[in-house]
Every structure is written in C-alpha cells, then in structure tokens.
C-alpha cells in the first residue's frame, strides 16, 4: 500500500512518527498543490474511513497531513487536494506526546488505525511495528479497532462510534 504525507514543518522533527516513515521510506512526502489521488485523513473529511475505502487504498494509497494539533487553524486545507478525504473515528493515542489523548493521534497511528478499519491489518502492524510504543495503540484501541472494522460503510462506523461513546 503507498502510504504518503503532506509535512507542514510544525512537528518536532525528533519525535514527528511521520516524519521517521518518510526517513525509513515508508511514507511518501507531497508538496502542497500536489493533488493525491487515495484516500486522506484530514479534518477536513465528510465521512469517516471504513471498509468502503478498501479498494482505494489498496489501488491508490493512503494519505495523512502532518500537522501539530495546537496548530490547526495554520494548515492550508485549501492546497492539500485528494479525491476522497475522510475522518478517523474516535480513538485514543497511545504515542508518548499524546498517550492517552482522546482524538491526538500521531501519523503513524492514523495509518495503522485507516488501515486497520479497511481490513489491512498486516500493513497496520507493519507501520507501527517501527515504533517502541506501536503495540501499545493496538492494545489500547482493540475493541474500538474490532468495532469499525466489523462495520460495511463509513454510516456504520460513526453508528458504532456513537453507541460506543
């Protein structure tokens, strides 16, 4: 699965998750403008990830913005162009900025988590496995992460989300 990112600089670059996949040539880095033509995790999504979004990411990849949390209201949403953003649902993270943090994942977690929810648990494990603490996201996410990947449509998901919350 190609897994790429937009890296907007505001990220400790010591600690960034997806700035350490780009180094070890997991990740991809695209230039702002650059359309992508996967699926990516951005606020700026209309409906949340499911199984839906399988064969797109399967065929065309996967994206996330690398961004600081704190620093929202500073991405360009308007220059980071794809064909289908989405949402993750809720989650908590289990990265050592953020554990613990509902929502606050990193970019590795979300890769894991989108391709977890599309039955792609191999590649999942693949990205967090790079990281001492990767484990500890599947373990603290493990009923949620059976939930979505369980649900048919990104409707299902949210349905599921909400129940649980």
Known sequence: ????????????????????????????????????????????????VSAEDAALIRTKGLAVVDCSWNRLDDVPFGRIKGAAPRLLPFMVAANPVNYGKPCKLSCAEAFAAALFICG?????????????????????????LSLYSSCATAVDVIAAQNAYL
């Open 1 to 48: 699965v190609q897994l790429a990112m937009w890296d907007l600089g505001q990220c400790d670059r010591k600690r960034c998750s997806g700035t350490r996949l780009a180094r070890q040539g997991i990740v991809r880095e695209l230039r702002l403008g650059v359309t992508f033509p996967g699926v990516i995790l951005s606020p700026m999504g209309t409906r949340s």
């Open 120 to 144: 792609l648990r191999d590649e999942a494990v693949g990205v967090l496995s790079r990281f001492k603490w990767g484990h500890s996201f599947f373990s603290t996410n493990a009923h949620l």
